[in-house]
């Protein structure tokens, strides 16, 4: 990989907390990034984030940020239910984009963007795939190094305490499943390398309306299943288990590696349940969010690096129109896909 390119200027539309406390600095971390504009709905507000992070121009608008020549690609760091508008809007003005996940509210959503520029990269920002560890997984998954993947579990939950946060209200795409089971299925998707046939959902939601906890099973055929937990009313809790036919593979910490350990993969290949017979794949501590700035720089650049594109969003959009059916109707239902 030619490690000297010529950075790609970003700009961020929205002062929100992942944008201030991870891309930003991610972005002025890599060597292959130049974070140049940031636009917010008060120019105050992003004048005050450009000067935090040393960032030459802020604006008081999205507009202005898609205006500026000289940005090249765009962070959209806005309420979920506004993504698709602004993901659309980016591409029009040009401007590669890599968008907060979930990308769109539902599947339908997203063919609004058929017709932009297929010489622009688009992608919705799943940083965790981007992780050293992650691609050494699928690398060994693929290799089938441990025989098939089976099955696919994990957990994922924080306690939500603020009452403001858009999250909260289910008009913004709020709720557990948006926020946090979006995560959950792209991994399954991910570690079966196919897309899940139907999809069984079971959910509990609040006064407003959100989904505060959901539970899913996804069959995705030939004897594969994944289920998975999210919440945002429960301890943090962050876990993937896979179990191949020769071993039980297991990422602590999945979603949000260490920055300061190694993270690790550890498998585990005893036949006994009474022994084991574990090792572990170390790797380094990383910033995942410079991580995932990077590769998509270098996509723009035209370098072989990890790249999702929207194909794959629309695909994690159909599991969760799934998801939201099953749990309303309390059956099984059918992933559409393309």
């Known amino acids: 990989m030619n490690d000297i390119i010529a950075p790609v200027r970003w700009g961020i539309l ?9 891309i930003i600095p991610g972005l002025v971390k890599s060597a292959v990034c130049e974070p140049l504009a940031i636009g917010a709905r008060s120019a105050e507000r992003a004048r005050i984030m450009a000067d935090r992070h040393g960032i030459q121009r802020a604006y008081g608008s999205y507009e202005e940020v898609l205006a500026d020549p000289d940005v090249e690609a765009v962070y959209i760091a806005l309420p979920n239910h506004l993504h698709v508008e602004w993901t659309r809007k980016a591409a029009k003005a040009g401007k590669h984009v890599l968008c907060e996940k979930p990308a769109a509210m539902t599947a339908a959503e997203l063919d609004q963007l058929g ?96 989904d505060m906890f959901t539970s899913v099973i996804l069959d995705f055929g030939d004897g594969r299943h994944a289920t998975f937990m999210v919440s945002m009313a429960q301890a943090s809790s962050q876990s993937i288990q896979i179990v191949c036919e020769r071993a039980f593979i297991s990422l602590p910490q999945a979603y949000v590696p260490s920055r300061v350990s190694p993270n690790i993969i550890a498998i585990d290949t005893s036949a006994d349940h009474a022994n084991s017979d574990i090792h572990t794949l170390e790797f380094p501590p990383l910033d995942q969010y410079e ?41 099984w239902v059918d992933v559409k896909g393309y």
């Open 14 to 22: 929205g002062a929100a907390r992942i944008a201030d406390g991870a």
């Open 291 to 331: 991580e995932e700035v990077t590769n998509f720089s270098r996509a723009v650049r035209g370098e072989a690096v990890p790249y999702f594109d929207m194909r794959d969003a629309r695909a994690n959009a159909a599991v969760a129109d799934a998801v939201f059916a099953s749990a309303k109707s309390g059956a």
């Open 115 to 210: 017709d932009i520029d297929p010489a622009l990269k688009i992608s919705e920002a799943f940083m965790v795939r981007q992780q050293p560890r992650w691609i050494r997984l699928r690398q060994i998954l693929q290799a089938e190094d441990y025989g098939r993947p089976l099955s696919f579990s994990s957990l994922l939950s924080f306690m939500m305490t603020n009452e403001a946060d858009f999250r909260q209200k289910p008009e913004f795409g709020g709720g557990a499943y948006y926020d946090l089971g979006c995560y959950t299925a792209m991994a399954a998707r991910y570690v079966f390398g196919s897309e899940p046939k139907r999809a069984f959902a079971a959910a509990a939601h609040n006064a407003g309306g959100i």
